[in-house]
């Protein structure tokens, strides 16, 4: 099984950036990957997504502040995040966009500030 390991949150003031990693344990050659946040209280949702040519796609609340990438050479999918909200508040994973998904890793806690 692939193995996620996410880094790069922290605490953060309202229109700050921050860039977090996602390393896999194995290839993500082949694979749509995708980062996902969970706000304490809410379900997981759906952030931002990037296919094996590197076509992304993004959840309409972070279009224009939010690039997804990846490096498959270091099975590393990344996500920038500028002019971030207090409503970006979450625990941010990455994980495949295949069903069934990989195990999910930690995730990294994303705090912004008011």
């Known amino acids: 099984q692939v193995q996620l390991v996410e880094s790069g949150g922290g605490l953060v003031q309202a229109g700050g950036s921050l860039r977090l990693s996602c390393a896999a344990s194995?290839?993500?050659?082949?694979?749509?990957m995708g980062w996902y946040r969970q706000a304490p209280g809410k379900q997981r949702e759906w952030v931002a997504a990037?296919?094996?040519?590197?076509?992304?796609n993004y959840v309409d609340s972070v279009k224009g502040r939010f690039t997804i990438s990846r490096d498959n050479a270091k099975n590393t999918v990344y996500l920038q995040m500028n002019s971030l909200k207090p409503e970006d508040t979450a625990v941010y994973y990455c994980?495949?966009?295949?069903?069934?998904?990989?195990?999910w890793g930690q995730g990294t806690q994303v705090t912004v500030s008011s």
């Open positions: 194995g290839s993500i050659f082949s694979a749509t």
């Open positions: 990037i296919t094996s040519g590197g076509s992304a």
């Open positions: 994980n495949r966009r295949s069903i069934p998904p990989w195990p």
